[in-house]
């Protein structure tokens, strides 16, 4: 390690956020399996203007160097709405939250979790939380498990070293996140196939798809699902309105109506799914640049994608069913049906189902029974200060 003094350092303006995205890419391209993700949209992620937590949000980068070079990077950053949730769903009153973190070294990396718990207890925080990078909907947690492949579309991967230097900081496990991986060219076991076959049965129940005939309408209902179903999960915060928008405005180019489902019960929407295919697959082979052509690869791609695999980011029931034999029913309905869609159009192989808490006994239940597995493991971590 240099003797050279470490400097970290507040980011500001265009410049700053410009260098602080590139660190990023820089450690990442280091990093076995990382795939790089398209400068733009990571500078559109930081960006006060553009991306709407920041309307929610304070937010604070940090740049760490030796002798002017880059050699670590931190976010520190603070949500009213998370402060606003019930202690017990993971967030509360006092939570400050950490993200974007790199470091080339032990030192570096402490001197970093530093500067961000300075900063968040002087803004009144009594708690360190991280990484959430930015929010809990981007990309949450910290790769503990899985780090010998790539990872699927918004998804974060980190070097394994990072896991000793946060937890050498004083930070414990404070929620596990998981995705599992099936094969989704097999059928399902013969028992799935019949609760399937009961559900189309029943007159009270329709899954349709979504987003074709009216995508803004079907993003709120999908959203208004969420909101319902997830309220009561660890780690919940609402979407606002300005985020309902951005989101679908964001999506939008991901999204094909054949690889996500809404399920609907006496003709009101209880239950929907979202698959998307795995973009990383044609950002590997453009090394995350769009020029000089890497713009009409990726526009090729989006409009007759071909991927290998599926991630379903997304899923839910409203409350009012969950824990029912209805829940799990739809949720095997939406599988299949999208299951067959991305084998037949997609030339989908693989499926990738998560994240998933790590006590979220009816989606892991839900999981095993289609013979899935778990393939990558994200750590949440905490501190108090």
Same mark, same amino acid.
């Given at each position: ?36 993700? #398209? ?6 992620? #930081? ?11 304070? %937010? ?22 998370? +402060? ?25 990396? =402490? ?9 968040? *207890? ?9 990484? #959430? ?42 929620? =596990? ?19 399937? *076959? ?6 009270? $129940?329709? %899954? ?12 709120? $209902? ?7 179903? !997830? ?10 309105? *300005? @985020?309902? =928008? ?17 399920? @609907? ?15 990383? @697959? %044609? ?9 000089? +052509? ?9 409009? /007759? ?19 029912? *034999? +209805? ?7 939406? $599988? @299949? ?11 989908? &192989?693989?499926?990738?189902?998560? !994240? ?9 239940? $839900? ?6 597995? &778990?393939? /990558? ?9």
């Amino acid at each position: 390690m240099s003797t050279t003094e470490l400097v970290i350092e507040p980011v500001t303006g265009k410049s700053g956020r410009a260098r602080f995205v590139d660190t990023g890419r820089a450690f990442a391209a280091s990093t076995a399996h990382s795939v790089p993700q #398209l400068r733009r949209e990571q500078l559109e992620l #930081l960006d006060p203007a553009r991306n709407p937590y920041f309307g929610h949000a304070r %937010v604070q980068l940090f740049l760490a160097t030796r002798g002017g070079e880059p050699v670590g990077r931190i976010a520190a950053h603070i949500d009213e709405l998370a +402060l606003a949730m019930p202690a017990a769903q993971g967030f509360g009153p006092g939570t400050g939250l950490w993200g974007y973190f790199d470091a080339a070294d032990a030192a570096t990396a =402490a001197a970093l979790l530093a500067q961000a718990e300075a900063w968040l *207890r002087a803004q009144g925080m009594t708690r360190a939380l991280g990484p #959430l990078s930015l929010s809990i909907w981007e990309e949450p947690g910290l790769l503990v498990r899985g780090h010998d492949h790539a990872p699927t579309v918004m998804m974060g991967h980190h070097p394994e070293h990072y896991r000793q230097w946060i937890e050498a900081a004083g930070y414990r496990k404070a929620k =596990a996140l998981l995705t599992y991986e099936l094969d989704v060219a097999q059928q399902f076991p013969p028992l799935i196939e019949r609760i399937i *076959r009961s559900g189309e049965r029943n007159p009270q $129940i329709r %899954v349709r798809e979504a987003g074709r005939e009216d995508y803004a309408g079907d993003v709120r $209902i999908i959203l208004d699902i969420l909101n319902d179903a !997830w309220s009561t999960n660890w780690g919940f915060v609402p979407f606002t309105e *300005r @985020e309902i =928008a951005y989101a679908a405005k964001k999506l939008k180019p991901l999204i094909h109506p054949q690889l996500v489902r809404i399920a @609907e019960l006496d003709g009101r929407a209880v239950a929907f799914m979202i698959t998307l295919p795995d973009m990383n @697959e %044609v950002l590997a082979a453009m090394n995350g640049r769009l020029w000089p +052509l890497g713009w009409v690869r990726l526009l090729r791609w989006l409009r /007759r994608p071909r991927s290998r695999t599926m991630r379903v980011p997304l899923m839910g029931v409203r409350k009012e069913h969950q824990n029912s *034999r +209805l829940a799990s029913q739809l949720a095997f309905m939406m $599988i @299949e049906y999208i299951r067959r869609d991305a084998v037949s159009t997609f030339g989908a &192989v693989r499926g990738e189902i998560g !994240w998933i808490l790590d006590d979220n006994q009816g989606m892991i239940a $839900i999981a095993d029974a289609i013979n899935s597995h &778990v393939n /990558r493991e994200y750590w949440i971590l905490e501190k108090p200060m």
